[in-house]
Structure formats: structure tokens, C-alpha cells
């Protein structure tokens, strides 16, 4: 079994927006490690049951370590995380956070590039603010509509794209055929994906690159994680050094070490 962190947050502020809610949850310790990547199994707190709760899977779209907070972008549309909708500033929350492989920035990198769709948009978001006004940082987004993230959340120092016509739309994104297509040039590329697109990534990438080093591009995996622990093993994805679990072995890996389809 994977070894879980708890915490306690109480939810400061909740604002929705088209197809996203944004909440602010005051966890001073946990804002002070959480790193982009990193997700909570999230669930009310119940005074009188001793019942163990479905929680829902969520990653971090933020922290400050210097508020003590964190923050939470989810689309409440989407069935595992109906709980966390609706629920009014000073809501207690238990948060199971598992110490998971979290996105790796090289020291000598410059140039990042992050393209993402749906439940993983949060941890590049995340990326993009820990790393902007340091690094030549493009963002790129894809999604039906309604699913832009609020400006706020959009650092300004950061080349932002954005296509609302599905998440498919994504690989428009990434194929722009200009020099300035960052795909060409990034120093490391992190993707925030579905396993459904994967393939279709990684033969993008082998198209567009010489060398496709190890380290080069990690891929936050999206998908359902009901327990978060190891223990069901609904999450497993093939690599290249066995079946590996999202919740334990992930959610990030390097797109080298996935088996992917041929
Ligand atoms: S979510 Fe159950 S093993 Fe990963």
C-alpha cells in the first residue's frame, strides 16, 4: 500500500466560473510542499461517521507557501468530484496526499513548453506560475467550451494558447508550423494527457525532434484514481518496466518509458 500524507483545509474562498470551479483552501503545511504534479484524494470531513468516504482525485493547481494556501481548479461536470461542488467558504476538507513523482524541471533548462487537456490542465497551470518570469514558459490549452481558466490564474510572462473547439484540438496547437513552434525548440516539454493520446504525442514529438532524449518530455497521466493507494490498480498503464500504477508509480512519467500501441 501507498503511504499517504493527511491534512486539513478549510476552503477560504470558492468562486465558479463557465465549466470551472476555482477554491482556495488555507493548508499551511501542505502549501509549503506541494509541487505541480501532485494530487489530493479529497473528501469532507465527517464528525459523526467513522465510515471511510469515497474521495475525489485532484491536482494541485497552486500554492503559496507564504498564505499557507492552496489552490483547486475542477470542472463540475465531471462525476467523481460532484462532492467537492457547492460547498461553502469554511468547509473542512481531509486531503490523503500520496508522495507521488511529481513534474522535474532541469536546472539548465530555459525554454518550457506545457500542452495539456482536462484534469491535468491544473498541474500545468501550477507549473507555468512556479515557473514564470524564470523560464521562456508557452502554455498550451485545449477544451470544450467554457473550459478556459480564469485570467487570474494565467501568469502574464507566460505565451498562452488556447483552442476551445475540444481537446483534440490540442494537436492543431502543438502543429503550427511557424520556427517559433515551441515543440521545436523547448528544452523539456511537459504534457498533461489522457492515456487515450498519448501515442499520438509521442509520434508527434519523434516527428518533430532529432533527438528525443530521456528527460525531454514528461507526461502527466489523466484518468480515474477511486482509491489512490496502490490497492485496486484500476489506474495501471503499461511501461517499459511493467505495469505500473498512475497513483503510485505516476502520475508523471517520461513519455520514453511508455508502452505505447504501435
Ligand atoms: S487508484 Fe487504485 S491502484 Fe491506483
Redesign the pocket.
Known sequence: M?MQLYYTATIQEYRQFEHLIWIRLVAPSLARTARPGQFAMISQRQTHSLDPLPRS?VFFAGADPNSGTLELLIDPRDPTLTRLVDLPEGTILDLGVPSVNTCTINPTTQTLLLAGVGSTLPALLFLARRYAGKLNVSLLMAGDDGFVPPPFLLPATVEVQISSTGASALFDLLTTTTDQNPLRWADQIVLGLPSLFVSRAASLIRTTRLRWDHGLVQVILAG?????????????IETRQGWQ????EGPVFDLRDLRLPA
Open positions: 501507498k482525485a480515474s484514481l477511486p482509491c489512490g493507494l496502490g490497492i485496486c490498480r484500476v489506474c495501471q500504477r498512475r497513483c503510485v
